[in-house]
């Protein structure tokens, strides 16, 4: 599995408005988004690309959503916060209870 603190950047501990979209649940779509994301110096998601699709739409509008409303925290370079990528990976999963 990809190791979400392999970037310099990649602290998001504040994962909100990740849902697993109802459409995905009901057609049993399982997966895993990989997103690349640059980080401005204020610890904000300036853009967010697709690096590998899950292969559900739905699954990948969601992760890009969610993404897009996430708290970073910046790279620093001399003590100083500074912008950078980062790869982001996103797994859904449904669990049977």
């Known amino acids: 599995a990809p190791d979400a603190g392999a970037a310099v950047g990649a602290d998001y501990r504040n994962r909100k408005g990740l849902r697993y979209p109802p459409q995905a649940m009901r057609r049993r779509e399982e997966g895993t988004v990989t997103l690349r994301v640059y980080v401005n110096e204020s610890g904000?998601?300036?853009?967010?690309?697709?690096?590998?699709?899950?292969?559900?739409?739905?699954?990948?509008?969601?992760?890009m959503r969610a993404v897009r409303t996430w708290k970073f925290r910046p790279g620093t370079k001399d003590g100083r916060a500074v912008g950078g990528w980062v790869i982001v990976p996103i797994q859904f999963r449904l669990t049977d209870n």
Do not use: C, H, Y
């Open 44 to 63: 904000d998601p300036d853009t967010v690309e697709m690096q590998r699709s899950s292969g559900s739409r739905f699954l990948d509008q969601a992760a």
